[in-house]
Nanobody, 112 residues
Framework: QVQLVESGGDLVQPGGSLKLSCSAS??????MNWYRQPPGKQREWVAF???????QYTDSVKGRFTIFRDNAKNTVYLQMNSLKPEDTAKYYC????????WGQGTQVTVSP
């Protein structure tokens, strides 16, 4: 069964860090997107990792977030540093092809 499970979200103070995990079952991760949905807003794309390890980021997280992959664990991570209150959202991962179901997401709350 194809499944993605996100984890690692938490309540953190501004300036803090978190590492989110996206673990896959039922298929091998080659490429992956991270998305987020802030409260009351639409889901938005955050980061991408390609087959060869190339990465792309939305402008608001460039220099603060890093997406990377552990092939042995079939897991993609999102290292988030210098977190801001506007990063508060539920974070999801999904393949760029959209051929995997949305997971339950993981909640990140950035607040003093």
């Amino acid at each position: 069964q194809v499944q993605l499970v996100e984890s690692g979200g938490d309540l953190v103070q501004p300036g803090g860090s978190l590492k989110l995990s996206c673990s896959a079952s039922g298929f091998t991760i080659y490429t992956m997107n991270w998305y987020r949905q802030p409260p009351g807003k639409q889901r938005e794309w955050v980061a991408f990792i390609g087959r060869g390890g190339t990465t792309q980021y939305t402008d608001s997280v460039k220099g603060r977030f890093t997406i990377f992959r552990d092939n042995a664990k079939n897991t993609v991570y999102l290292q988030m540093n210098s977190l801001k209150p506007e990063d508060t959202a539920k974070y999801y991962c999904r393949t760029p092809a959209g051929d995997t179901p949305w997971g339950q997401g993981t909640q990140v709350t950035v607040s003093p």
